[in-house]
């Protein structure tokens, strides 16, 4: 199996509902996203996915969240917009954008939300 993983960020704000805490409250992250592509085989250029493909899948992926109030997404308004959830939706967005790519949907698709430096959850299908 070969495996890439690029990385790129997000900023935004969210609120934790019904969590006893200060993270009920409206607070900032500047997350990090990183993203794994597992394939089978490589293309007739020896290469699984072309770098700048899945850094464009992502980055456009991203944009959705960037500099917004994560809870006044539809996808969060009956869900908390933890770093779990956040892993998930990016996950079911990057199958829909990298399925349209020239090399197709990879084998498996694996994404790490880390909303500080050493908190970090994941989401694999």
């Known amino acids: 199996m070969y ?13 934790l509902r019904g969590y006893e805490g200060r993270c009920e409250n409206l607070h900032g992250h500047n997350w990090k996203v990183e993203l794994e592509l597992h394939y089978k ?4 250029l020896g290469i699984s996915m072309d770098f700048r493909d899945a850094k464009k899948a992502l980055r456009a992926v991203l944009a959705h969240y960037d500099h917004t ?51 970090c959850c994941g989401y694999e299908d």
């Open 3 to 15: 495996i890439i993983r690029i990385s790129d960020s997000f900023s935004s704000a969210h609120s």
């Open 41 to 44: 085989a490589l293309n007739r």
């Open 69 to 119: 109030n994560l809870n006044t997404l539809p996808e969060f308004e009956t869900q908390n917009p933890s770093a779990e959830n956040i892993a998930r939706t990016t996950h079911e967005r990057l199958i829909a954008r990298l399925s349209e790519t020239p090399e197709g949907a990879p084998e498996k698709i694996r994404v790490f939300v880390w909303e500080s430096e050493g908190s």
